[in-house]
């Protein structure tokens, strides 16, 4: 399975791929789409190409985004789920299932704890794919991210299997 994670923002959304065997995980790519221009449109629309681009390039078979975090600035609050609506809708442009993860969430099954800090979670992503090179912060959220809905896919897949099973029993 080819998960990616996604970090919602209107300057920096960061990406991040895993593809998924078994139990193991492993990095296929990383990056930050850079939003241009002046008015919000303009920057929604280069956020909404990159992403495009990405899933072009690398066909996930899934995808996840974090949820929006509100805080007491309701403009900023309003413009960063802006940002994650282009989350949202480009994998299902593409016909992906989209989780959608609280940041502590992510975080707790990243790093173990649910408030951990940014150097945190990049120490933990860089021990769960070695080797990984990360593009910045946001990417490394990111790859948090797919790494999070990878690990609920699997609980997911060992759950059904189970119940599939106890109703061959029964």
Known sequence: MRVIGIDPGLRNMGWGIVDVVGTKCSHVANGVCKSVGVELAERLLSLHEQLTSVLHEFSPETAAVEKTFVNKDGAGTLKLGQARAICLLVPAQFGLMVGEYAPNTVKKVVVGVGHADKNQVNHMVKLQLPGVDIA????????????????????????????AKAGAVA
Request: net charge negative; proline share 0%.
């Open 136 to 163: 910045g912060v946001d990417a490394a959220d990111a790859l948090a991210i797919a790494l999070c809905h990878a690990h609920h896919a699997q609980f997911s897949n060992r759950l059904d299997a189970a119940i």
